[in-house]
T-cell receptor, first 114, second 113 residues
């Protein structure tokens, strides 16, 4: 299994809603990432987890809350988002963090905030 | 942070021709580079990578060239096919020792049948 699986594929939410994005990989990777990608822009790093511990938070607003329940799962909890948070949210994994390892990406969750 | 940029935002090539996508980077200390392909509605897909101790690396129909002197990276696709139509990103690994990838702007490749 060489896939990173993200659910849901599409999500529409209001500014007062609470929702969660989910990501799963079974490649035995110990580093997992959240990226945000606006239309026609490159992906931008949000968070990095290494061995289930948060290692990098790229100054992301607190309305985005990551969680890594175990080495295979990564969640992104959303609360009180703004319309400008609408974007494609990509999850990725790599064998480990801190080395030059290639990242494997999921297909993303297309989020629309109304 | 590092600046990773592409020279051309769009590229159109005839099917069967070779494609060359260019990328410039500004951090001379960077030592790891990756090319990703992103099709519409999908996440970035790894194509090929190269470390700074190399100047050329070949894969299946793809070749990456690295010129550290002018901080330039290129992706060559041989015998371009319609399925190669996508946005191509070069990415540069952060040199703090972390695996933080910084992506370039992206080039949209369109293959004309």
């Amino acid at each position: 299994d060489t896939e990173v699986t993200q659910t849901p594929k599409h999500l529409v939410m209001g500014m007062t809603n609470k929702k969660s994005l989910k990501c799963e990989q079974h490649m035995g990777h110990r580093a997992m990432y959240w990226y945000k990608q606006k239309a026609k822009k490159p992906p931008e790093l949000m968070f990095v987890y290494s061995y289930e511990k948060l290692s990098i938070n790229e100054s992301v607003p607190s309305r985005f809350s990551p969680e890594c329940p175990n080495s295979s799962l990564l969640n992104l909890h959303l609360h009180a988002l703004q319309p400008e948070d609408s974007a494609l949210y990509l999850c990725a994994s790599s064998r480990k963090w801190g080395e030059n390892e290639k990242l494997f990406f999921g297909s993303g969750t297309q989020l629309s905030v109304l | 942070g590092e600046s990773v940029g592409l020279h051309l935002p769009t590229l159109s090539v005839q099917e069967g021709d070779n494609s060359i996508i260019n990328c410039a980077y500004s951090n001379s200390a960077s030592d790891y580079f990756i090319w990703y392909k992103q099709e519409s509605g999908k996440g970035p897909q790894f194509i090929i990578d190269i470390r700074s101790n190399m100047d050329k690396r070949q894969g299946q129909r793809v070749t990456v060239l690295l010129n550290k002197t002018v901080k330039h990276l290129s992706l060559q696709i041989a015998a371009t096919q319609p399925g190669d139509s996508a946005v191509y990103f070069c990415a540069e690994a952060d040199q703090t020792g972390a695996n933080n990838l910084f992506f370039g702007t992206g080039t949209r490749l369109t293959v004309i049948p």
